[in-house]
């Protein structure tokens, strides 16, 4: 049977096929329960409404290696799929829809029929990046698959939140929360990113009560908040001011008085030393408030326009609102100085318009006791962070906690499951009758459900437990799932969710079940363009996943991005600005060249000598030579290294260790030693033997690349092997480690062989002779490597093109004639007679005169300041490239001419 090879490798014909044919072989499944060793994988479930982008590729690249990595090592590799509702990110998609093509709202609907909407768009398009995920050949369990909002998930949030609102971990509080006047809903800190604003500080008078003109400054950047004003403060110990602590003022623009008061948090060397406190639009303000049992006044309502309190102003937009005010101030001459300002403002991450501190009432998560146990599994090592430094960040976050805001005033997601009461009691509970049972009512009294949902992470928090079906009926703890994968082996996540959700779910995981939801944790590189900005489709630096895999083959993509991504550095990724496209993947592209042009060498060699699908019998170790013993050597440090590696988690080195050990050793060294191996032996059973051998390792070695590139090593696997269809090299055992197989003396031996080959070429390049001229050639050595280089003379004399080099005694002169050079402890030479030495050095200094007089005339040119002036910018630039390329030139040639005196 003939091994069928097309000349060029096709990655678009054997992608899909292989894919198909795997979920056909059901490979990817896992039993619920089992008592092999097993491995598990949670996949960060991504936003329904989202498409495949390059951070997707990184992240689920990293996962699918290590999930196909230990299902070679004979576990079961459990990778458990989903999608998160996305709460804000899909009402909005569907809003907008909406309007766009009904010009309707969500209130126009209610929320009954506008949920439906949104299921109906989730099942029409929602989960498209999941089909996405399939292209780039990732190998989870697809009928574990769980959406965020399914029943399951959604009876496991309801029963957490009852839960830890009984424990009192849950509560209901007024106070200042982040809130997005476009979203209309509550952020968590976490949703809050701070930019530096240049800003305007104004500092306004604040007249003492009293006919006189005796005033207070008052330094704001936010003026359009001095009607919500209940106090000014100064420092305890401020000298300026200590004599008007309980005086009052006038607030600017109002008839209204507020008191002088003394708090240590002023800091008195920031603008005037006197603080504005409003407590309803500033989270500090709000806490000094409290201390002095201050009101809360708003003067901003949730649309971000001024209410009634503001007067005059009432109904104006927040920033509109700033700058009237400002005018009236400046013309009622209360305004006393303006200033540059630079601080950091706070942005809706979703919207991006900036946040107003609002003061409402919300739901919050007390964390503090729920994060103690949390910081502790992490300082203890019980959970891995990679790269390590992760740690500190964590730590830093923890030992600050704040109480985390659940409540979003969104309609899609988890309702809150709180009922409320006509006397105003209320409760948490799994329905109305339940929460009438909690609270002593009559079955038919009256209750109002909360009409706010959850926030996205409150249900992703619980992942870990939800995909393994914990409450998944609201009562069931216990399932052989978490008892078979819990705690999971690796979660692969960006840094940039270390809070919203890693802490989380670690605090989850331990509060719910006592056990940590992973044991390690790795944190993927940020993929950037070459400009260093992060990838993104607003800045249109992004590729399209989806168009790379079509052009260059999913395996490539997957190659390139984990050879740029070393741990602990971002990824640079080169995009083009016209086309998208990101040439980089041709490292990708190249190297599956490469392994399909060395399979189909093999194949050839193999049908030639008649090999079939049997490997043995294999050579005896007396049968190989130098080449198959240092080539098998190199195959089981690769093993070693590849093993070190990924137990360490240093990806970018495992990629590489596996590209060094095809595209150096095997392809540039063996695959040439073994051409002419296979023309010396005679015999054909020793062929038969050498191609079998040669098989073997290069089998062994796509056994250890599978888990990064899948689909070329099944293919190739399968096309050398002529294997049948219904096995694979997915679930086929990675070749072992064998120590007396890795030999550093063999590969010592080797080395000098191939440094050899390497300067005889060089020697004849210095002597500028053709490829096919073959010039007598020796070597001056003793010992054991004059024996090795003797036993392979013949290797060397076809590899280096040269003559069957001779041994000559170490006492000898140099051959007349000659060139020569050092390699290890012995010199090489080829035999090229004074005529040719003369020949090339009379060619080397002409050309090195030419060089000289253009390289004078470009220096000439560069410093004439007329030049410089009048000639176009491109002009210059290419005027100094050739000035570079001269001299570079010169000092090639200038060192070839010294390595010529250096052989007379």
């Known amino acids: 049977m003939q091994r069928q090879f097309d000349r060029h490798y096709n990655p678009s014909a054997i992608e899909r096929p292989w894919y198909e044919h795997w979920l056909e072989l059901d490979l990817f499944s896992c039993p619920d329960s089992t008592d092999q060793p097993r491995y598990s994988i949670l996949m960060p479930p991504p936003n ?24 070679k090592l004979g576990k079961v590799a459990c990778w458990f799929p989903g999608l998160d509702h996305a709460g804000i990110a899909t009402q909005s998609k569907v809003e907008a829809e909406l309007l766009r093509t009904e010009g309707k709202t969500r209130w126009d609907l209610g929320r009954e029929e506008f949920l439906r909407r949104v299921w109906q768009w989730k099942e029409q398009y929602g989960g498209i990046i999941l089909e996405q995920l399939r292209s780039l050949g990732v190998s989870c369990d697809w009928k574990r698959t769980l959406f965020t909002m399914d029943e399951s998930a959604s009876n496991a949030v309801r029963e957490v939140f009852i839960r830890l609102f009984d424990a009192g971990l849950i509560y209901r509080g007024k106070r200042i929360i982040n809130w997005s006047p476009v979203l209309q809903s509550a952020l968590s800190d976490e949703e809050v990113v701070y930019r530096q ?58 008839d209204r008085l507020v008191p002088i008061i003394a708090d240590s948090y002023v800091d008195p060397t920031f603008g005037t030393g006197c603080l504005k ?52 101030l400046r013309a009622a001459g209360l305004l006393v100085n303006e200033q540059p300002y630079v601080h950091n403002v706070g942005f809706s991450e979703r919207s991006g318009e900036p946040v107003e501190p609002f003061y409402s009432d919300q739901w919050f998560v007390r964390m503090q006791p729920l994060a103690e146990p949390a910081l502790q599994v992490v300082l203890d090592g019980t959970i891995r962070f990679f790269p390590e430094h992760w740690t500190k960040t964590y ?7 704040r109480d985390w805001c659940i409540s979003r005033q969104l309609w899609w997601g988890h309702r809150i499951p709180v009922y409320y009461a006509a006397d105003g009691r209320y409760t948490a509970a799994r329905s109305a009758e339940h929460a009438r049972e909690k609270l002593g009512l009559s079955p038919t009294a009256e209750l109002r459900q909360d009409e706010d949902s959850l926030d996205t992470w409150f249900s992703s928090w619980l992942w870990m437990l939800t995909t393994m079906r914990w409450l998944h009926d609201g009562k069931t ?85 984990l050879y740029l991504a070393p741990v602990g550095q971002d990824v640079r990724i080169t995009v083009d600005p016209v086309t998208q496209d990101a040439p980089q993947m041709e490292l990708g592209r190249n190297f599956a060249n490469k392994l399909w042009n060395a399979a189909r060498f093999l194949a050839l060699k193999a049908d030639e000598v008649g090999v079939g699908a049997d490997r043995t019998p294999q050579p005896t170790d007396d049968e190989l030579g130098l080449p198959e013993r240092w080539i098998r050597s190199r195959l089981h440090a690769t093993i070693r290294l590849v093993d070190e590696h990924l137990e360490r988690y240093r990806i ?73 269809p219904d096995r694979s090299l997915c ?55 004059a024996e090795m280089l003797r036993a392979n003379a013949p290797l060397i004399a076809a590899l280096a093109r040269i003559e069957l080099p001779t041994l000559v005694d170490t006492n000898a002169q140099k051959p007349r004639g000659a060139l020569s050079a050092i390699v ?18 009379e060619r080397l200094l002409a050309e090195r005169a030419r060089l000289e007089h253009l390289l004078a005339q470009t220096r000439a040119r560069l410093a004439n300041e007329q030049f410089l002036q009048r000639a176009k910018p491109d002009v210059v630039e290419n005027e100094r490239a050739k000035e570079a390329t001269f001299a570079e030139a010169l000092e090639k040639i200038n060192a070839s001419l010294h390595h010529l005196m250096e052989q007379q």
Request: charged share 25%.
């Open 731 to 785: 679930t086929e055992l990675l070749p072992k480690h064998n120590p007396h197989f890795e030999l550093p003396h063999v590969e010592q031996q080797m080395a000098l062989l191939m440094n050899a080959i390497e300067q005889f070429r060089m020697l004849k390049a210095t002597a500028n002779l053709k490829p096919t001229d073959l010039p007598p050639a020796s070597f001056r050595a003793d010992g054991s490597t």
């Open 477 to 561: 703890e216990d399932t052989p799932i978490l008892r078979t994968y819990l705690p999971t082996d690796l979660l692969v996540t960006g840094p940039d969710i270390i809070f919203f959700w890693v802490a989380r779910m670690i605090m989850a995981s331990l509060y719910f079940r006592g056990v940590v939801p992973f044991r390690d944790v790795y944190f993927t590189s940020i993929i950037r363009d070459d400009k260093g900005r992060k990838m993104s489709k607003s800045l249109g630096n992004s590729p399209d996943p989806l168009k790379l895999i079509a052009t260059y083959g999913a395996d490539a993509v997957r190659y390139t991005v």
């Open 197 to 254: 604003v240049e800003d305007t500080l104004y500092t306004l008078k604040y007249q003492l009560e009293g006919d006189g003109d005796e005033f207070v400054a008052v330094a704001t950047v936010r003026p359009e908040t001095i009607f919500g004003d209940v106090a000014v403060a100064v420092h305890p110990e401020d000298e300026r001011y200590r004599h008007l602590i309980g005086k009052k003022v006038r607030v600017p623009l109002t």
């Open 652 to 724: 970018n080195d495992y990629v590489r260790t596996l590209y060094d050990f095809f595209w150096h050793d095997y392809c540039d060294w063996y695959i040439e030693l073994l051409k002419i191996r296979l023309q010396q032996l005679e015999s054909l059973q020793q062929r038969q033997g050498l191609v079998r051998f040669s098989l073997q390792v290069f089998e062994d070695a796509l056994g250890l690349l599978h888990p990064l590139m899948p689909f070329i090593t099944e293919e190739l696997w399968h096309r050398l092997g002529l294997r049948e």
């Open 48 to 71: 329904v409404t989202g498409v495949l982008t390059m951070g997707h590729v990184l992240n689920n690249t990293i996962q699918d290696l290590y999930i196909r990595y230990h299902r």
């Open 395 to 401: 730590e830093h976050w923890m030992r600050n906690i």
């Open 824 to 841: 290890g402890d012995a010199e090489v030479f080829i035999v090229v007679g004074d005529h040719v030495l003369q020949r090339e050095r």
């Open 277 to 328: 406190i409003t407590p309803a639009h500033d989270p500090n303000d709000f806490e000094i408030g409290v201390r002095h049992s201050l009101p809360v006044l708003a003067s901003i309502n949730a649309d971000g326009r001024l209410n009634h309190v503001a007067g005059p102003y009432e109904g104006m937009e927040r920033f509109a609102a700033r700058t009237q005010i400002v005018a009236d």
